[in-house]
């Protein structure tokens, strides 16, 4: 079991950047993001692995960037040239493979709120 909390969300102004943070009660192999927007699925963000191996989905590619604390079991993810499209809720995942699929990952967070304004 591990248990995931993400901290760092709020209000922005497009152009913005912010960072998110996300502590788990264990080490895992993969620490990924994932969002939701209102009305809209669940979709992967981004990923992290124990060997630094990193992929990001192609809308946020140069924009965001994850990084991982392995001492802290800490994964963030700085946002940065915020748009108002990248409102959502962020949920913090931890899972034994590297993948991009909500089934791909074991244990998720609470989520945290990110609202960019234009």
């Known amino acids: 079991q591990a248990q995931l909390e993400e901290s760092g969300g709020g209000l922005a102004q497009a152009g913005d950047s912010l960072r998110l943070s996300c502590t788990s009660s264990?080490?895992?192999?993969?620490m990924g993001w994932f969002r939701q927007a209102p009305g809209k699925e669940r979709e992967f963000v981004g990923v992290v692995t124990w060997s630094n191996s990193r992929y990001y989905a192609d809308s946020v590619e140069g924009r965001f960037a994850i990084s991982r604390d392995d001492a802290q079991n800490t994964v963030y993810l700085q946002l940065n040239s915020l748009k108002p499209e990248d409102t959502a809720v962020y949920y913090c995942?931890?899972?034994?493979?590297?993948?991009?699929?909500?089934?791909?990952?074991?244990?998720w967070g609470q989520g945290t709120q990110v609202t960019v304004s234009s």
């Open positions: 264990r080490r895992t192999y993969a």
């Open positions: 995942a931890a899972g034994a493979i590297l993948g991009s699929s909500i089934s791909d990952y074991d244990y």
